[in-house]
């Protein structure tokens, strides 16, 4: 069963940067195959930009209020730290 979140309003954008190749992007691209749609499902008026680069270390953009921005890096962590991570930002 897939797992969603409901972002709060406070968070207005999330841009996902990964590579299509990269061992480091896997978990990434195994979050966006798996989580993206029941996500976007949830919070179907929310941006989710996902930009795929080649040879990039994957990381999450949050964008809040007043244009606060957030930024982690992804690299090499499993889908569900994915999960984990975009879930606290989202909070």
């Known amino acids: 069963m897939a797992r969603t979140i409901r972002f ?3 968070l207005k954008e999330l ?12 978990g990434v691209r195994e ?10 499902k ?4 929310f941006p989710i930009l996902i930009r795929e680069c ?4 994957p990381i999450v953009w949050a964008r809040y209020d007043y244009g606060e921005e957030k930024c982690v890096p992804l ?9 984990d991570t975009i879930k ?4």
């Open 42 to 45: 949830e919070n179907p008026k």
């Open 15 to 26: 841009r996902i940067h990964l590579c299509q190749k990269s061992p480091s992007s896997k």
């Open 8 to 10: 709060s309003s406070c």
């Open 54 to 57: 080649s040879g990039i270390e």
């Open 31 to 40: 979050f966006i195959e798996k989580s993206y749609v029941p996500i976007k």
């Open 88 to 91: 606290n930002l989202s909070s």
């Open 75 to 83: 690299s090499f962590l499993e889908q569900d730290c994915v999960y």
